[in-house]
């Protein structure tokens, strides 16, 4: 059964600071990952898309890994903003037909002054 | 803004009720996929148009239902209300089957009472 798992569930960090999010999938066969921001009440909004070839993206402050090996992938967010307070989602895309995304729970980010 | 526009933003209504959904995709794009977020709870599948036919379906239940019409617009029907239906229905777009970017409109937060 294709699945993505996120960790944290969430956790709180200070302006300014950095911090890490972590994705581990068995989406088989991969096509791609992708990281979306989703702000409370909103649409997620894509932020990063790798392909297996890839493996690092960034966009910005976000910075998308990616290890097709470990299947693990992970959003690093540099000297975070009150901005960044938001749901990031990972969300894996499957060679296959039907149904191809998988989505991760999500890791809630808060960023307190 | 994704340019891909939801209506109505909020609906109330009470048990055993019939509503829907309406979503415009974005201009160009032949796929059309439906989610619902609970309250923290992630986004879960419900189903996926492209140019008019259904291509996959996801944990949407018998009172559920959707269509795409030769416009490209879809309308997710949502019939014989219980209050656990209450939720964030978003609506998704994608140019073709969905190994690109998928994007969000703002959702529609119903509220079954």
């Known amino acids: 059964k294709n699945q993505v798992e996120q960790s944290p569930q969430s956790l709180i960090i200070l302006e300014g600071k950095n911090c890490t999010l972590q994705?581990?999938?068995?989406?088989?066969?991969?096509?791609?990952l992708r990281w979306y921001k989703q702000d409370t009440g909103r649409g997620p909004v894509s932020l990063t898309i790798?392909?297996?070839?890839?493996n690092t993206k960034s966009n910005g402050r976000y910075t998308a890994t990616l290890d097709a090996d470990t299947k693990q992938s992970s959003l690093h967010i540099t000297a975070s903003q009150l901005s960044d307070s938001a749901s990031y989602i990972c969300v894996v895309s499957a060679r296959a037909a039907g149904n191809k995304l998988t989505f991760g729970g999500g890791t809630r980010v808060l960023v307190k002054p | 803004d994704s340019g891909v526009t939801q209506t109505p933003k909020h609906l109330i209504t009470a048990t055993g009720q019939r509503v829907t959904l309406r979503c415009s995709p974005r201009?160009?794009?032949?796929?059309v996929y439906w989610y619902q977020q609970s309250l923290d709870q992630g986004l879960q599948f419900l189903i996926q148009?492209?140019?008019?036919?259904?291509?996959a379906k996801g944990n949407i239940l018998e009172r559920f239902s959707a269509q795409q019409f030769p416009d490209l617009h879809s309308e997710l029907n949502l019939s014989s209300l219980e209050l656990g239906d209450s939720a964030l229905y978003f609506c998704?777009?994608?140019?073709?089957?969905?190994?690109?970017?998928?994007?969000f409109g703002s959702g529609t937060q119903l509220s079954v009472l």
């Open positions: 201009s160009g794009d032949l796929s």
């Open positions: 998704a777009s994608s140019l073709g089957h969905g190994e690109e970017k998928l994007f």
């Open positions: 148009y492209y140019n008019g036919e259904e291509r």
């Open positions: 790798m392909t297996f070839s890839e």
């Open positions: 994705c581990n999938y068995t989406v088989s066969p991969f096509s791609n």
